[in-house]
């Protein structure tokens, strides 16, 4: 979780009711989850992930994650308004902070494309067994839970005859180059 504090301001121009308005100074909790993407795809039905990745977001939909992102209950949008840069920084540290110890060694295949939307990742999480209040951890961090489940199943899989002539060869290129050989 992200917490972040407001200072006051006296006198902020409010475009919405083109008036000056004021802020309290007050504490924003945000949580970058499964939900919190769940509620944003609901209102603009764009992949959150693939905008965020590719750096799409314009800042309308930014701010609008960021209010679905709040655990704190009853702020007023001028609010998100107030925001420092610095501060809107911070939150997009904390979206593209990866949250897990956890890395993957690269294999040679190909990158997978498919577009990760909150359903998707809702199926993958009944798929894997993975509980439902999960969907409230940090969504790098399931992501990542997903991937090790994904990663584990990998390894109890057949190869299929093609790959395991590749390896053979491999092998057998790499024995005869550290023997001097030719077969």
């Known amino acids: 979780m992200l917490e972040l504090k407001i200072p006051e301001i006296p006198e902020i121009w409010d475009e919405k009711n083109e008036c000056f308005d004021s802020v309290k100074a007050q504490t924003l909790q945000l949580e970058h989850s499964l939900v919190s993407i769940s509620k944003w795809e609901a209102k603009w039905h764009l992949p959150f992930l693939t905008e965020v990745r590719y750096q799409r977001l314009t800042n309308d939909q930014l701010i609008d994650y960021i209010k679905c992102m709040t655990i704190t209950k009853n702020v007023p949008d001028i609010v998100y308004r107030a925001m420092l840069p610095q501060q809107v920084q911070e939150i997009i540290d904390y979206i593209n902070d990866p949250a897990t110890a956890t890395t993957f060694v690269e294999d040679n295949s190909p990158p997978n494309f498919e577009v990760l939307t909150s359903?998707?990742?809702?199926?993958?999480?009944?798929?894997?067994?993975?509980?439902?209040?999960?969907?409230k951890w940090n969504i790098n961090r399931l992501v990542t839970l997903i991937r090790?489940?994904?990663?584990?199943?990998?390894?109890?899989?057949?190869?299929?005859?093609?790959?395991?002539?590749?390896?053979?060869?491999?092998?057998?290129?790499?024995?005869?180059?550290?023997?001097?050989?030719?077969g």
Request: charged letters at 35%; one cysteine or more; a positive charge.
């Open 119 to 135: 359903e998707v990742i809702y199926w993958e999480m009944i798929n894997f067994g993975i509980w439902k209040e999960c969907e």
């Open 148 to 182: 090790v489940c994904n990663e584990k199943n990998k390894k109890g899989q057949r190869m299929s005859e093609k790959e395991i002539y590749a390896q053979n060869a491999a092998v057998n290129a790499a024995r005869r180059r550290m023997l001097h050989t030719r």
